[in-house]
């Protein structure tokens, strides 16, 4: 069965420090992977997504992540936060095995950024 | 354009009530998708409708939960006979197409059950 694995469930930070983000994930298949947010009350935005080539991703907001395949992971990193990345983070893998998208989520990772 | 719309945000029933959850998807999106976070834990898959048809509900308990998604109106998440375990938070996504990998899921603010 195919999961998302997130080592962090807590990170707290500095203004300006620099962020990673760890996801790992198990699927035999071709992989699509994604990074959520979710600001304070808010709902789930796409940060960035991975279907193929490049492996490097940016997404918005300065984030990007990188697609290791021999290490089954896609690590979401940015070089400088802000006080206003403070929110939630989660990882997906997309189970397409149907024909159709269905996301398998990481448990999260809680990001508190002090100014 | 407004986005996924959910309500109500915040729902709170005693046990052996009954919890309606409803979802309106985006403007020219036929496909519905309802995770459920529990405590904790990550966002985890239930239910995928499409207008009038239920495509996969693998990830939905087989007893209480029933989800429609009528050919006018909401997509309703409906559980019956509610219990404490059922407390989360329920998010619905929308898609314009169903085929993967390319449809994008637009998600919904959520609605925190709370079971007292």
């Known amino acids: 069965a195919q999961s998302v694995s997130q080592h962090n469930h807590h990170v707290i930070l500095s203004e300006a420090a620099s962020l990673e983000l760890g996801c790992n994930y198990s699927?035999?298949?071709?992989?699509?992977l994604f990074w959520y947010v979710q600001y304070p009350g808010q709902h789930l935005q796409l940060l960035l997504k991975?279907?193929?080539?490049?492996?490097l991703v940016k997404g918005i907001k300065g984030f990007e992540a990188e697609f290791i395949k021999s290490k089954f992971s896609f690590n979401l990193r940015k070089p400088s936060v802000q006080w206003s990345d403070t929110a939630e983070y989660f990882c997906a893998v997309n189970d397409a095995s149907g024909g159709y998208n269905k996301l398998i989520f990481g448990a999260g990772t809680r990001l508190a950024v002090h100014p | 354009n407004a986005g996924v719309m959910q309500n109500p945000r915040h729902l709170v029933r005693r046990r052996g009530q009954e919890a309606r959850l409803r979802c309106s998807p985006m403007?020219?999106?036929?496909?519905v998708y309802w995770y459920r976070q529990l405590p904790e834990e990550g966002l985890k898959f239930m239910v995928y409708l499409q207008k009038e048809n239920i495509i996969d509900e693998s990830g939905m308990p087989k007893e209480r939960f029933s989800a429609e998604f009528p050919k006018e109106g909401p997509s309703i998440l409906r559980i019956q006979q509610v219990v404490r375990g059922d407390s989360a938070a329920y998010f619905c996504?929308?898609?314009?197409?169903?085929?993967?990998?390319?449809?994008?899921?637009?998600f919904g603010p959520g609605t925190r059950l709370t079971v007292l």
């Open positions: 403007k020219g999106h036929s496909h």
């Open positions: 991975y279907f193929s080539g490049d492996p």
């Open positions: 699927y035999g298949g071709t992989v699509n």
């Open positions: 996504a929308s898609s314009r197409e169903g085929l993967a990998p390319y449809n994008e899921q637009f």
